[in-house]
């Protein structure tokens, strides 16, 4: 049984497009976060959300919205795609929404690339 | 400021050995976790271990264990009989104020048969 899942694992697209990274979790987890970890394997949190709350606002552009349709699922959708973009995203949830006294378990990832 | 070091980006232990991966952190929350996640070349992130900032216990799962020093704000990774699926990168993780989560830079670890 997957907790975290990710689809796609795998994203190649052309540089302006807009796409999508889908996250569900089955572990009944109130929160739900997007990571986004870079070329030298750095991880930085991007989002987080806590019943359709969106709590953790990073200094990510605007092209990037979090979608949440209910608290199994945390959706990224990226607009207008940019070189730079290219990373692989994690999505991950724990019990509750305070990160200091919780543990987050990951999805498997996303690997984006931009053309 | 809150940060978080790995001072070894890559490290490696012959099979069966054991090895420490350091990790220095600076927070201002008073209860807190600290963690160590694993990343193999699946790319899967996956929880190794975690201590309770207020237990002065180190934690222990199996062959991997904690040395956590609160005053020093240490807290070191030790694997124990080192096998070649060890092999992977290990990120410290911990919070901070306003609902942030920290990260490491990580150390990759090779073990060697």
């Known amino acids: 049984d997957t907790a975290v899942s990710q689809t796609p694992k795998y994203l190649v697209t052309q540089m302006g497009n807009d796409k999508s990274i889908k996250c569900e979790q089955n572990l009944g987890h109130d929160t739900m976060y997007w990571y986004k970890q870079d070329s030298k394997k750095f991880l930085k949190i991007m989002f987080s959300y806590n019943n359709k709350e969106l709590i953790i606002n990073e200094t990510v552009p605007n092209r990037f919205s979090p979608k949440s349709p209910d608290k199994a699922h945390l959706n990224l959708h990226i607009n207008s795609l940019e070189l730079g973009d290219s990373a692989v995203y994690f999505c991950a949830s724990s019990l509750d929404r305070t990160p200091s006294t919780d543990t987050q378990y990951f999805g498997p990832g996303t690997r984006l690339t931009v053309l | 400021a809150q940060t978080v070091t790995q001072s070894q980006p890559e490290m490696s232990v012959q099979e069966a050995e054991t090895v420490t991966l350091s990790c220095t952190y600076d927070?201002?929350?008073?209860?807190?976790?600290l963690f160590w996640y694993k990343q193999p070349p699946s790319r899967q992130m996956i929880l190794v271990i975690r201590?309770?900032?207020?237990?002065?216990q180190n934690a222990t799962e199996n062959r991997f264990s904690v040395n956590f020093q609160k005053a020093a704000k240490s807290f070191s990774l030790k694997i124990s009989d080192s096998q070649l699926g060890d092999t992977a990168m290990y990120f410290c993780a911990f919070p901070a104020t306003g609902n942030q989560f920290y990260f490491g830079t990580g150390t990759s670890l090779t073990v060697i048969p």
């Open positions: 201590q309770e900032a207020y237990k002065q």
């Open positions: 927070t201002s929350e008073n209860n807190y976790y």
